[in-house]
């Protein structure tokens, strides 16, 4: 067991922060971590000035890195990011969290409108839900205008106005509100339509809903994914925090791009003096906010509104310092990658950039089947009682026609169902009908 070493840290959310006369965040559960991979105690305090550490006109360092080099400190955990110029006067350990450079922006600014945006308000499986139902409603309509005597009376010299292609058409009319005539007669055939229309009132107002819930009237519809289309545009502005890692990386590369992207800030002073301010401008709209990419999702997992674009640039890491020399850099890094290794560097992560939009991300979400499964429940039976009233009606006339021709129910019933359903049927329907207008 190692003596008690002093350690340094610098409040931050969610790396460290104060509750009550503790700290708490990432890093204090990290360093407990570690404490017990590597054995030893410590005592914490913040720094003096608030900074990570910066190297000033005469070589003097501010900040932690500053406590750690004049010996203030033995070993300084924060979101402190492994540079060339902090490895020359500190001990550094392995990385502990990757990050990079990225953009912030709202919502409506970094998705563009496709094609297809009308499909959204229900998903896939709700879609196919409909179109089943569409074509079991038409085929039930169809079905229940032929089995009938109300709505078809004289099979053999009328013909059947509701073909399938008719029931296909009247569905689709009824769906669209428009309605295409004519309607059914008999009281089947009308139950069925009823039920039809009841369910696309309720389909229709919750598509309306969803899809307009979806949109924002204030959305540029601008397609926001990476550097290269943030520097290829002028109709939003952006910035980074002055005086920042952020900031170097864009003065220090000669990516054209990237170097467009600095010239263009330099020019426009659209710098901003905290992430408070950054996330704020973002959330104002028309601002891109620039930086660390693992800030940015902190951002977005706190406000809603916002989103980090998927292009990361200028990968880097953060990692633990130590004086130069110091006998605990190694310990410290091993216990690092073993973290690592198990999983738990992704489980603090989870644990401290857990998202609170999960209420607004589940009204987002597309209509599921099951949010409407009473309307295909309603609609199921009235499909269902619809055909029954069908079958009872051609039943009645049946039992009626048995007792004139003193035949059985069934037999009646059976050759009823035969002239009825056979295809071949209308067809010579039709063409009675037309050798009586020939001879009229």
């Known amino acids: 067991i190692l003596a008690a070493i ?29 404490a017990k991979k590597v054995g030893f105690k410590y005592k914490v305090h913040l720094v003096k000035d608030g900074s990570y550490g910066r190297q000033d006109e005469s070589g003097n360092w501010n900040g932690m890195i500053g406590e750690v080099v004049r010996g203030e400190a033995d070993l300084a955990i924060a979101p402190l990011t492994l540079t060339a110029a902090r490895e020359k006067v500190v001990a550094m350990t392995k990385p502990f969290m990757q990050t990079g450079v990225s953009i912030l922006l709202r919502k409506d600014i970094s998705e563009g409108a496709g094609f297809f945006d009308f499909l959204t308000p229900f998903t896939a499986e709700t879609w196919v839900g409909i179109l089943i139902a569409y074509l079991g409603t038409a085929a039930c309509i169809f079905v229940a205008t032929r089995l009938s005597p109300c709505e078809w009376s004289q099979p053999l010299s009328e013909q059947n106005t509701f073909s399938f292609l008719h029931s296909l058409w009247y569905t689709a009319g009824a769906l669209t509100l428009q309605g295409a005539g004519p309607h059914p007669k008999a009281l089947s055939g009308r139950i069925i339509c009823c039920s039809w229309w009841l369910f696309t009132i309720v389909l229709l107002a919750c598509y309306f809903s969803n899809l307009s819930s979806s949109k924002t009237s204030d959305s540029s519809h601008l397609m926001v994914k990476g550097f290269e289309d943030l520097a290829n545009q002028d109709m939003i502005e952006y910035g980074c925090l002055a005086g920042s890692s952020t900031l170097a990386f864009f003065k220090n590369s000669n990516n054209p791009v990237y170097r467009r992207i600095y010239e263009h800030m330099e020019r426009t002073k659209s710098f901003v003096t905290s992430m408070d301010e950054g996330v704020r401008r973002a959330k104002e709209g028309n601002f891109a906010f620039i930086g660390e990419s693992v800030s940015l999702d902190l951002a977005v997992a706190r406000h809603c509104e916002l989103v980090r674009a998927h292009e990361v640039v200028g990968m880097r890491g953060y990692s633990i310092a130590a004086a130069l020399g110091s006998p605990i850099i190694k310990n410290l890094s091993v216990a690092i990658l073993q973290l690592s290794e198990a999983g738990e560097l992704a489980y603090l992560r989870s644990k401290w950039w857990a998202s609170s939009c999960i209420s607004d991300k589940a009204k987002s979400l597309a209509v599921q089947p099951h949010s409407l499964r009473g309307m295909f429940l309603v609609l199921s039976l009235g499909l269902g009682l619809g055909a029954l009233v069908a079958v009872l009606e051609l039943t009645s006339k049946s039992r009626r026609s048995a007792a004139e021709q003193k035949k059985s129910c069934c037999t009646v019933l059976s050759e009823e169902l035969s002239l009825r359903l056979r295809t071949s049927n209308a067809n010579k329907v039709q063409e009675n009908l037309e050798k009586d207008k020939e001879k009229a």
């Open 6 to 34: 002093l350690i340094i840290c610098c409040l931050q959310e969610p790396y460290t922060m104060s509750k009550g006369t503790q700290l708490e965040g990432f890093c204090m559960d990290l360093l407990s971590e570690v």
